[in-house]
T-cell receptor, first 114, second 115 residues
Framework: AAGVIQSPRHLIKEKRETATLKCYPI?????VYWYQQGPGQDPQFLIS???????DKGSIPDRFSAQQFSDYHSELNMSSLELGDSALYFC?????????????FGPGTRLTVL | AQTVTQSQPEMSVQEAETVTLSCTYD???????LFWYKQPPSRQMILVIR??????QNATENRFSVNFQKAAKSFSLKISDSQLGDAAMYFC????????????FGTGTRLTVIP
């Protein structure tokens, strides 16, 4: 079965640069979630989208923005990168109303900021 | 706000033995879901088991079962017949049944399986 796809899998950036992470949900899934997992930490919710509209917002810095496109893929844009942004970024997707919105996680994008 | 607490940063178990991982949570909601996720060295987040708060029966998935104590707000995971492949970080997670759909995670328990 198709899973959530994230690209790139690894990304290295310098401080103050920008980065764009992409997420392709499971086909027919309409909701996308972004989580950030710092080294040795638990995943923290950043933001989610349902039917291309922002649905919930967590601890997402103002330097970050995200959107969901007409094909339901989502992009997380990160600007003015800081060393503390180095983390594993997960995308998860779900289908509204199915199994009470059970989330399926992608493999993550590992961002390293030097 | 919902909080999830895992008081055991590390646990170890002998292969083929049974181990229980603890999780407590705090919420004022009556409708919610609880999950255990496994994160092996590959860092992939894998759903192990889920429990709906309105169900009194404890969930079971093969060698994995939970002890859900709603009044005590406790949600422990029991792994029976532990295998080397069970070695991973285990996260307990909470999701509201009526509000936002995002997951709140505990800080995790690292499980080591000793051959």
């Amino acid at each position: 079965a198709a899973g959530v796809i994230q690209s790139p899998r690894h990304l290295i950036k310098e401080k103050r640069e920008t980065a764009t992470l992409k997420c392709y949900p499971i086909p027919r899934h309409d909701t996308v979630y972004w989580y950030q997992q710092g080294p040795g930490q638990d995943p923290q919710f950043l933001i989610s989208f349902y039917e291309k509209m922002q649905s919930d917002k967590g601890s997402i810095p103002d330097r970050f923005s995200a959107q969901q496109f007409s094909d339901y893929h989502s992009e997380l844009n990160m600007s003015s990168l800081e060393l503390g942004d180095s983390a594993l970024y997960f995308c998860a997707s779900s289908l509204f109303g199915v199994r009470r919105n059970e989330q399926f996680f992608g493999p993550g994008t590992r961002l390293t900021v030097l | 706000a919902q909080t999830v607490t895992q008081s055991q940063p590390e646990m170890s178990v002998q292969e083929a033995e049974t181990v229980t991982l603890s999780c407590t949570y705090d919420t004022s909601e009556s409708d919610y879901y609880l999950f255990w996720y496994k994160q092996p060295p590959s860092r992939q987040m894998i759903l192990v088991i889920r429990q709906e708060a309105y169900k009194q029966q404890n969930a079971t998935e093969n060698r994995f079962s939970v002890n859900f104590q709603k009044a005590a707000k406790s949600f422990s995971l029991k792994i029976s017949d532990s295998q080397l492949g069970d070695a991973a970080m285990y996260f307990c997670a909470y999701r509201s049944g009526t509000g936002a759909n995002n997951l709140f995670f505990g800080t995790g328990t690292r499980l080591t399986v000793i051959p």
